[in-house]
């Protein structure tokens, strides 16, 4: 958590000028351009930590790379087509929550091998205890 907090630290003043530059050229788009480069960067990030320390794989589906692929597909696709279904922010809120737990059963199913579903029920069961990741 200490490594966390010192990465969104350190992000802290770039993304602030970013944000604050593309903002009062693009306005609204401008943000959502800022706060995704952010998440980009958090990603690249926490993923090379993650790497170094618990010496995960940087491919997430190795085993079974054209499933996972075809989830995501998936998944982008159904959130599109969310809007479609209805203006309601709770409406698309609730689908959106939907979407995404079909997502993770059919990943759990159909993309994660026997191995990686045992990886999560320890690291679950560890975090759950307090005693933290369980590198197995």
Known sequence: TRLIALAHVAELVPYLALAAVLTDTWGAVGAAIAWATRASV?????FTVAHRAGGLPWRPTLARPVAGLATLVGLAGSLLAVSAVTS???GRGTWVCG???A???VNWRYVLT???QGSLRRLVKALRSGAGPVHA
């Open 114 to 116: 026997a191995t990686e």
């Open 99 to 101: 979407l995404l737990l």
């Open 88 to 90: 309601s922010l709770v």
């Open 103 to 105: 997502t993770a059963a």
């Open 42 to 46: 958090d990603s690249v990030v926490f």
